[in-house]
Nanobody
Framework: QVQLVESGGGLVQGGGSLRLSCAASGSIFSINAMGWYRQAPGKQRELVAAVTSGGTTNYADSVKGRFTISRDNAKNTVYLQMNSLKPEDTAVYYC???????????????WGQGTQVTVSS
């Protein structure tokens, strides 16, 4: 089994910054893509940003230029630096990782428990 544990959420004023972290642990042979999704009340979960094992990144248009995703492969950890936060960024943020538990096993997607980010106006 694999566990993803997120941290770093909280309440911040508009224009402020937060840094989210997500550490993967358990039965891990390799991790392919890692990413962050968010879900606001009454809305569908959406991709915020993702990063491959090689460092290629992808961002939602709404966060480009404000958020930066990075990862530490040695620590199996992914980060999301969020700057210039807006009230519309308020949501529960979920970490996601595509993990191979053994060399011969297929990739399996795991999710964290979510961390609340609230941005006040």
């Amino acid at each position: 089994q694999v566990q993803l544990v997120e941290s770093g959420g909280g309440l911040v004023q508009g224009g402020g910054s937060l840094r989210l972290s997500c550490a993967a642990s358990g039965s891990i042979f390799s991790i392919n893509a890692m990413g962050w999704y968010r879900q606001a009340p009454g809305k569908q979960r959406e991709l915020v940003a993702a990063v491959t094992s090689g460092g290629t990144t992808n961002y939602a248009d709404s966060v480009k230029g404000r958020f930066t995703i990075s990862r530490d492969n040695a620590k199996n950890t992914v980060y999301l630096q969020m700057n210039s936060l807006k009230p519309e960024d308020t949501a529960v943020y979920y970490c996601n990782a595509a993990v191979r538990s053994r060399a011969s096993f297929p990739l399996r997607t795991y999710w964290g428990q979510g961390t609340q980010v609230t941005v006040s106006s």
